[in-house]
Nanobody, 120 residues
Framework: VHLVESGGGLVQPGGSLRLSCAAS????????MSWHRQAPGKERELVAR????????DYADSVKGRFTISRDNAKNTVYLQMNNLKPEDTADYYC??????????????WGQGTQVSVSS
C-alpha cells in the first residue's frame, strides 16, 4: 500500500487549497478513504471520510460547508477541496485508507502527510 499526498502549502485566510492523495498497491475502488489532520501540540483528528463508491461522505463539524472530500476511482485518487481556510486549519494533513468499503471501517494505513499553513 502506498499513499502520496500533495497540494499543501501556504495560503492566506479565506483562500483555497486542493489536496490530492494518489493511492497504489491495493484495489482502491473497494475501500473507503479519509483525510485527517494534526496541528502542532494537538492530537490527530478526522477531517472527512468517503465511502468506496464516493456517494457517502462525512465531515468534522469544524469543516462542514467549507471542505469537500471526493474521489476518482479511475485515477486511484482522493481529494480534499478546502475553501474559506482559517488559521485554525493550519496542520499536517494525512490521507488514510480504511479497512473496508464503508467509512465506518477503521484506518489501516496512513500516508506521510502534507503541510497546510493558513496565515496572512
Amino acid at each position: 500500500v502506498h499513499l502520496v499526498e500533495s497540494g499543501g502549502g501556504l495560503v492566506q485566510p479565506g483562500g483555497s487549497l486542493r489536496l490530492s492523495c494518489a493511492a497504489s498497491g491495493f484495489t482502491f475502488r473497494s475501500y473507503a478513504m479519509s483525510w485527517h489532520r494534526q496541528a502542532p501540540g494537538k492530537e490527530r483528528e478526522l477531517v472527512a471520510r468517503i465511502g468506496s463508491g464516493g456517494a457517502t461522505t462525512d465531515y468534522a463539524d469544524s469543516v462542514k460547508g467549507r471542505f469537500t472530500i471526493s474521489r476518482d476511482n479511475a485515477k486511484n485518487t482522493v481529494y480534499l477541496q478546502m475553501n474559506n481556510l482559517k488559521p485554525e486549519d493550519t496542520a499536517d494533513y494525512y490521507c488514510a485508507k480504511r479497512g473496508g468499503p464503508t467509512y465506518y471501517h477503521r484506518v489501516d494505513f496512513w500516508g506521510q502527510g502534507t503541510q497546510v499553513s493558513v496565515s496572512s
